[in-house]
């Protein structure tokens, strides 16, 4: 049986990362704490990570002009 794991390739991007939730999440209105926010509900979370990828979709673009 395989096992899943959510290891960073990179681990530079895993603080990178967090960084730029915590900058959307502050932007949409959402507060997170530090480590565990499992008391969010689906729509925040949603919208966090909806968010997170429309800015990287948009700047990926912006690169390729």
């Known amino acids: 049986m ?3 794991t959510n290891k960073t390739s ?3 991007a895993k603080a ?3 960084r730029f939730k915590t900058e959307v999440a502050s932007e949409l209105g959402v507060s997170l704490k530090d ?3 499992g008391d969010l509900t ?3 979370a949603g919208r966090i990570g909806g968010e997170m990828v429309r800015r990287m979709i948009k700047k990926q ?3 390729m002009k």
Do not use: F, I, L, Q
């Open 42 to 44: 689906s729509r925040e």
């Open 2 to 4: 395989a096992t899943k």
């Open 16 to 18: 990178a990362m967090d």
């Open 61 to 63: 673009e912006e690169m």
């Open 35 to 37: 480590g565990y926010n």
């Open 10 to 12: 990179v681990p530079e």
